[in-house]
């Protein structure tokens, strides 16, 4: 009924960019908000960037201007643009979506992409 399907995760060398992207599938709900989370060795999964479907964006604070998010509403789909990636970014990076009826709100996850900053 709803699958988040994550692409873009790869080791890169510390200075690096990589671009993940996530297509959401679903004919049922509305997508309200996309984003993306991340989970690292250890630590609990914390919030890198959301944007909703009026384009309101939050950041965490480490994203430090380095990343940007960005969304194709027409075609169910966010964008994360990592620049200038650091070891400490090393995690999975998973795709959220905050899906909608007129009466239901759900919170839905992908499988999650790696993302290995490395030289």
């Known amino acids: 009924q709803v699958q988040l399907v994550e692409s873009g995760g790869n080791l890169v060398q510390p200075g690096g960019s990589l671009r993940l992207s996530c297509t959401a599938s679903?004919?049922?709900?509305?997508?309200?908000?996309m984003g993306w989370y991340r989970q690292a060795p250890g630590k609990q999964r914390e919030l890198v960037a959301t944007?909703?479907?009026?384009?309101?964006?939050k950041y965490a604070d480490f994203v430090k201007g380095r990343f940007t998010i960005s969304r194709d509403n027409a075609k169910n789909m966010v964008y994360l643009q990592m620049n200038s990636l650091e070891p400490e970014d090393t995690a999975v990076y998973y795709c959220y979506a905050d899906l909608r009826t007129s009466a239901t709100r759900g919170d839905y996850w992908g499988q999650g992409t790696q993302v290995t900053v490395s030289s």
């Open positions: 944007i909703d479907f009026i384009r309101t964006i």
């Open positions: 679903t004919s049922t709900f509305i997508i309200y908000a």
